[in-house]
C-alpha cells in the first residue's frame, strides 16, 4: 500500500495536467473549427457566425476521428469508461501510450467540432492510461497496476470538475470491483494531488455554483424522490435507444470509419435546430441550474440534445456520458419543475444526480457529485433521494448500467453488486466433512495397496498414531508408485508417508486460506486439525469448497421465519 501511495503522488500530478492539457485541447480545437483562430481561450460555440457551416464542421471532425480510430487505435471509440473497466477486469490494466496520446487528442477534436460531449469520459481514460503506463514501467503486478490506472482515472476527473469525494466513489462503484485498503489509499491520495494541483492549472471552487437552494425537509426529499423516479425511467430510455442506435450503425454496408460522419450529420442539423446542444455544454449546465434559460431552450436541450447526442455516441466516435447526461437529467427536473412551480435549478440538480445514479449504476457517485458540482452540500438528503430512487428504478427494468451494457455486447457480463467472497468469511470448520476415515500409521503398505484395490472410496485418506495425530496422506498414487517400484511391502504406513510438509489446515482457518493450500501443494484434500489436541477431525476436500458457494446461495434464496 506505501509504495502505491508513494506511485499515486506522480499519477495524480499526471491526471491533473492530463486533464489541463484536454482542457486546453479542446479550447483550440474548437477556436480552429467554429472561429478560424490558432487560440486556446475558451469560448463558446453559440457566440460562432459559420451559419450553415454547422452541418459541415461536426462533419469534418468525425471524419479525422474515423481515420484516427481506424489507422491509430480503435481503443478511442467510445465513451471512455466502459474501455477502462475491460482493460482493468480482460486486460490486466494495461494501456497503450498509444491511447494515452489518440484519447484526449481525439475527444478534443469531437468536442471542439460540435459533438456533443463532456470531457470526463475522455479525462477517466486518458488518467487511467497514465497510471497504467506508470505502472508498467515497475515490476507490479496485474492488481497494482489497476490501483494506479483508477487512480489516474479519479486525479483526471477530479481536475476537470473539482469533485474529488465523487472522483473516490466513482472508482469505488465503477472501476475497481474491490473494497481494500491497497487500492483505496492511493486512489484517494492521487485525487487529493490532483485537487491541488487543480487552481494553478484550471480553477478552484465549485465549477456550476448556483444560489436559491431551498432548506432541507421531508417535502423537499420527497419531491426530490419524485424526480429520481422520473429520470430513472429517462435513464433507462436513453441506454435503450443508445444501444438499439448503435445496432442500426453496426447493419450498415460500410466500414465503421465513415460511422461518425454519418452520425455528424445529425449533430449538425440539431446544431441548425439550436447550438447549445453542441458541444461539452457546460454553460448549458450553469444555466440550467441558474434558471435563466427560456422554456423552449430547455426543451430544445432535453429533446435535440438526447437525439444528436445519442446518434453521435450510438455512431462509435470519441466521447463521453457524464456532462451529456447531466445535461439532459437537469433539462428533464428543469422541465419538472417549471411544471409544479418549484425552483427550476434545484430540480435541475436534482436530476443531475438522479440521472447519472440511474444510467451508470453509481447511486453514491451521482448524489455527492451534484453535491460538489455546485457546491451545496446541505443539499445531500435531497441528492441522496433523486439518486436511490433513480438507481431503484433502473435495477429494476433495466439489466444493466449504460457503461456495462457495451461491455456485455462484446460477451463479457460484469455484476455490478459486490459481496464478500464466502471463501474469505467462512472457516474450515464450517464446509470440512468431520470425523473423517483414517488409516493407522501401522498398517502395512501391503494392507493398503489391498483396501485401495477393493475398500477405498476417496482418492486420498489421513495417515494417523495411535492418539489419532496427523503422520501424512496416503493417497492412489502413492499406492500406484509402491505396485510400480516392486518394494518391501511389509513397511508400514507411518515410515512410508511421514513428511513434516504434509499441509493440514485448523477449523478456524479461513476457507481461502485451505483453498490455496490445494493450489500450492496439489493436494485436494486437506486434513483438519483439532490445534489444542493435535488429533484429526476432519477433512476439507475440493467438493467441500462448493459448499461454501451452496452456502451463500442458501443465504440469499431462502427464506424462514
Same mark, same amino acid.
Given at each position: 500500500?506505501?509504495?502505491?501511495?508513494?506511485?499515486?503522488?506522480?499519477?495524480?500530478?499526471?491526471?491533473?495536467?492530463?486533464?489541463?492539457?484536454?482542457?486546453?485541447?479542446?479550447?483550440?480545437?474548437?477556436?480552429?473549427?467554429?472561429?478560424?483562430?490558432?487560440?486556446?481561450?475558451?469560448?463558446?460555440?453559440?457566440?460562432?457566425?459559420?451559419?450553415?457551416?454547422?452541418?459541415?464542421?461536426?462533419?469534418?471532425?468525425?471524419?479525422?476521428?474515423?481515420?484516427?480510430?481506424?489507422?491509430?487505435?480503435?481503443?478511442?471509440?467510445?465513451?471512455?469508461?466502459?474501455?477502462?473497466?475491460?482493460?482493468?477486469?480482460?486486460?490486466?490494466?494495461?494501456?497503450?501510450?498509444?491511447?494515452?496520446?489518440?484519447?484526449?487528442?481525439?475527444?478534443?477534436?469531437?468536442?471542439?467540432?460540435?459533438?456533443?460531449?463532456?470531457?470526463?469520459?475522455?479525462?477517466?481514460?486518458?488518467?487511467?492510461?497514465?497510471?497504467?503506463?506508470?505502472?508498467?514501467?515497475?515490476?507490479?503486478?496485474?492488481?497494482?497496476?489497476?490501483?494506479?490506472?483508477?487512480?489516474?482515472?479519479?486525479?483526471?476527473?477530479?481536475?476537470?470538475?473539482?469533485?474529488?469525494?465523487?472522483?473516490?466513489?466513482?472508482?469505488?462503484?465503477?472501476?475497481?470491483?474491490?473494497?481494500?485498503?491497497? /487500492?483505496?489509499?492511493?486512489? %484517494? !491520495?492521487? &485525487? @487529493?494531488?490532483?485537487?491541488?494541483?487543480?487552481?494553478? *492549472? #484550471?480553477?478552484? =471552487?465549485?465549477?456550476?455554483?448556483?444560489?436559491?437552494?431551498?432548506?432541507?425537509?421531508?417535502?423537499?426529499?420527497?419531491?426530490?424522490?419524485?424526480?429520481?423516479?422520473?429520470?430513472?425511467?429517462?435513464?433507462?430510455?436513453?441506454?435503450?435507444?443508445?444501444?438499439?442506435?448503435?445496432?442500426?450503425?453496426?447493419?450498415?454496408?460500410?466500414?465503421?470509419?465513415?460511422?461518425?460522419?454519418?452520425?455528424?450529420?445529425?449533430?449538425?442539423?440539431?446544431?441548425?435546430?439550436?447550438?447549445?446542444?453542441?458541444?461539452?455544454?457546460?454553460?448549458?449546465?450553469?444555466?440550467?441550474?441558474?434558471? /435563466?434559460?427560456?422554456?423552449? %431552450? !430547455?426543451? &430544445? @436541450?432535453?429533446?435535440?440534445?438526447?437525439?444528436?447526442? *445519442? #446518434?453521435?455516441? =450510438?455512431?462509435?466516435?470519441?466521447?463521453?456520458?457524464?456532462?451529456?447526461?447531466?445535461?439532459?437529467?437537469?433539462?428533464?427536473?428543469?422541465?419538472?419543475?417549471?411544471?409544479?412551480?418549484?425552483?427550476?435549478?434545484?430540480?435541475?440538480?436534482?436530476?443531475?444526480?438522479?440521472?447519472?445514479?440511474?444510467?451508470?449504476?453509481?447511486?453514491?457517485?451521482?448524489?455527492?457529485?451534484?453535491?460538489?458540482?455546485?457546491?451545496?452540500?446541505?443539499?445531500?438528503?435531497?441528492?441522496?433521494?433523486?439518486?436511490?430512487?433513480?438507481?431503484?428504478?433502473?435495477?429494476?427494468?433495466?439489466?444493466? /448500467?449504460?457503461?456495462?451494457?457495451?461491455?456485455?455486447?462484446?460477451?463479457?457480463?460484469?455484476?455490478?453488486?459486490?459481496? #464478500?467472497?464466502?471463501?474469505?468469511?467462512?472457516?474450515?470448520?464450517?464446509?470440512?466433512?468431520?470425523?473423517?476415515?483414517?488409516?493407522?500409521?501401522?498398517?502395512?503398505?501391503?494392507?493398503?495397496?489391498?483396501?485401495?484395490?477393493?475398500?477405498?472410496?476417496?482418492?486420498?485418506?489421513?495417515?494417523?498414531?495411535?492418539?489419532?495425530?496427523?503422520?501424512?496422506?496416503?493417497?492412489?498414487?502413492?499406492?500406484?508408485?509402491?505396485?510400480?517400484?516392486?518394494?518391501?511391502?511389509?513397511?508400514?504406513?507411518?515410515?512410508?508417508?511421514?513428511?513434516?510438509?504434509?499441509?493440514?489446515?485448523?477449523?478456524?482457518?479461513?476457507?481461502?486460506?485451505?483453498?490455496?493450500?490445494?493450489?500450492?501443494?496439489?493436494?485436494?484434500?486437506?486434513?483438519? #486439525?483439532?490445534?489444542?489436541?493435535?488429533?484429526?477431525?476432519?477433512?476439507?476436500?475440493?467438493?467441500?469448497?462448493?459448499?461454501?458457494?451452496?452456502?451463500?446461495?442458501?443465504?440469499?434464496?431462502?427464506?424462514?421465519?
Amino acid at each position: 500500500m506505501l509504495v502505491l501511495v508513494a506511485a499515486s503522488l506522480f499519477v495524480g500530478t499526471g491526471g491533473a495536467f492530463g486533464a489541463w492539457a484536454l482542457l486546453k485541447l479542446i479550447a483550440i480545437a474548437t477556436n480552429i473549427f467554429w472561429f478560424g483562430r490558432l487560440s486556446d481561450a475558451p469560448v463558446q460555440i453559440v457566440d460562432s457566425l459559420v451559419g450553415p457551416g454547422v452541418v459541415v464542421i461536426p462533419v469534418i471532425g468525425s471524419l479525422i476521428i474515423g481515420v484516427m480510430a481506424r489507422f491509430g487505435s480503435d481503443k478511442i471509440r467510445g465513451h471512455g469508461i466502459p474501455e477502462a473497466i475491460e482493460a482493468i477486469l480482460y486486460g490486466e490494466s494495461r494501456l497503450s501510450a498509444k491511447v494515452a496520446f489518440l484519447k484526449p487528442l481525439s475527444s478534443a477534436i469531437s468536442i471542439g467540432s460540435g459533438g456533443p460531449f463532456g470531457a470526463e469520459g475522455p479525462i477517466i481514460m486518458t488518467g487511467g492510461a497514465i497510471g497504467s503506463l506508470f505502472a508498467q514501467r515497475f515490476h507490479l503486478s496485474a492488481a497494482e497496476r489497476k490501483t494506479l490506472l483508477v487512480a489516474g482515472a479519479a486525479a483526471g476527473m477530479t481536475a476537470i470538475f473539482g469533485t474529488p469525494v465523487a472522483a473516490i466513489l466513482l472508482a469505488v462503484e465503477v472501476l475497481l470491483f474491490e473494497w481494500k485498503p491497497r /487500492s483505496f489509499v492511493p486512489v %484517494v !491520495v492521487a &485525487a @487529493l494531488v490532483s485537487l491541488a494541483w487543480r487552481p494553478l *492549472l #484550471v480553477g478552484s =471552487g465549485p465549477l456550476f455554483p448556483f444560489h436559491g437552494v431551498p432548506a432541507t425537509s421531508w417535502l423537499i426529499m420527497a419531491g426530490a424522490g419524485g424526480i429520481g423516479l422520473l429520470v430513472g425511467l429517462e435513464a433507462v430510455l436513453l441506454s435503450t435507444l443508445l444501444y438499439r442506435i448503435e445496432d442500426l450503425f453496426h447493419r450498415l454496408p460500410i466500414h465503421w470509419m465513415w460511422w461518425p460522419a454519418l452520425g455528424a450529420v445529425i449533430v449538425g442539423l440539431g446544431g441548425l435546430i439550436d447550438a447549445h446542444v453542441l458541444g461539452a455544454g457546460y454553460q448549458s449546465i450553469q444555466d440550467l441550474l441558474d434558471g /435563466s434559460l427560456a422554456t423552449r %431552450v !430547455v426543451l &430544445a @436541450l432535453f429533446i435535440v440534445k438526447a437525439i444528436v447526442w *445519442l #446518434v453521435a455516441l =450510438g455512431s462509435g466516435t470519441s466521447g463521453g456520458v457524464l456532462a451529456p447526461l447531466l445535461i439532459l437529467g437537469g433539462a428533464c427536473a428543469s422541465m419538472i419543475g417549471l411544471g409544479i412551480g418549484a425552483n427550476p435549478g434545484f430540480c435541475a440538480m436534482l436530476g443531475m444526480a438522479g440521472i447519472l445514479s440511474g444510467a451508470m449504476r453509481a447511486p453514491l457517485t451521482g448524489a455527492v457529485f451534484a453535491a460538489e458540482l455546485t457546491g451545496h452540500f446541505d443539499s445531500l438528503p435531497a441528492t441522496f433521494a433523486a439518486a436511490v430512487c433513480a438507481y431503484a428504478v433502473s435495477v429494476l427494468i433495466m439489466r444493466r /448500467s449504460i457503461l456495462t451494457e457495451k461491455i456485455a455486447r462484446r460477451g463479457r457480463h460484469i455484476l455490478q453488486e459486490y459481496i #464478500v467472497d464466502p471463501f474469505d468469511f467462512l472457516q474450515a470448520g464450517h464446509i470440512m466433512t468431520p470425523d473423517p476415515q483414517t488409516l493407522p500409521g501401522t498398517t502395512s503398505i501391503a494392507r493398503t495397496i489391498a483396501f485401495f484395490a477393493n475398500e477405498a472410496v476417496h482418492r486420498s485418506y489421513p495417515v494417523v498414531d495411535e492418539g489419532g495425530h496427523l503422520l501424512g496422506l496416503v493417497s492412489r498414487a502413492d499406492v500406484l508408485r509402491w505396485q510400480v517400484e516392486s518394494g518391501p511391502q511389509d513397511t508400514s504406513l507411518a515410515e512410508g508417508v511421514s513428511d513434516a510438509s504434509q499441509p493440514f489446515a485448523v477449523p478456524q482457518a479461513p476457507v481461502g486460506v485451505v483453498a490455496d493450500l490445494m493450489v500450492e501443494s496439489g493436494i485436494g484434500r486437506i486434513p483438519i #486439525v483439532d490445534p489444542v489436541s493435535h488429533r484429526v477431525i476432519g477433512i476439507l476436500s475440493r467438493h467441500d469448497l462448493l459448499k461454501a458457494r451452496r452456502i451463500g446461495v442458501a443465504a440469499e434464496r431462502m427464506r424462514s421465519r
